[in-house]
Nanobody
Framework: QAQLVESGGGLVQAGGSLRLSCAASGRTFTNSDMGWYRQPPGKEREFVASIDWSIGRINYADSVKGRVTISRDTAKNTVYLHMTNLQPEDTAIYYC????????????WGQGTQVTVSS
C-alpha cells in the first residue's frame, strides 16, 4: 500500500521560506509523477508543481513560478518543495501526490501539511 507523508509545514512571516518534504513508501514510484497541490481556505485544491520520478521533468503552476522549486531524492524516496518569498495567499494545506503514468494510473495522496503565512 502506497503511503505519502508530508512534513515541514508551519507558520512563517511574509517573505519567508519553507521546505516541505514528502516521504514515499509502500511501492516503487519509478513510473510516476510526484506532485504538490494546495488547498487554500474556502477554495478548491490546486496544482502547484510536479516532477517525473524517473527523468526529473518538472512542471510549475504559473502562480508559483520563480518562487518554488520541486526536487526529489530517489535514494531517500522523498520529494521536496522549497518555497521562497511566501505571501499570505500561499496559506493553504499542501498535499503530496503520486500519479502512476502507466498501467492502472492510480493516484495517491498524503494527509497534507498546513502552511500559514502571516502578513
Amino acid at each position: 500500500q502506497a503511503q505519502l507523508v508530508e512534513s515541514g509545514g508551519g507558520l512563517v512571516q511574509a517573505g519567508g521560506s519553507l521546505r516541505l518534504s514528502c516521504a514515499a513508501s509502500g511501492r516503487t514510484f519509478t513510473n510516476s509523477d510526484m506532485g504538490w497541490y494546495r488547498q487554500p481556505p474556502g477554495k478548491e485544491r490546486e496544482f502547484v508543481a510536479s516532477i517525473d520520478w524517473s527523468i526529473g521533468r518538472i512542471n510549475y503552476a504559473d502562480s508559483v513560478k520563480g518562487r518554488v522549486t520541486i526536487s526529489r531524492d530517489t535514494a531517500k524516496n522523498t520529494v521536496y518543495l522549497h518555497m521562497t518569498n511566501l505571501q499570505p495567499e500561499d496559506t493553504a494545506i499542501y498535499y503530496c501526490n503520486a500519479r502512476e503514468t502507466v498501467g492502472l494510473r492510480r493516484t495517491y495522496w498524503g494527509q497534507g501539511t498546513q502552511v500559514t503565512v502571516s502578513s
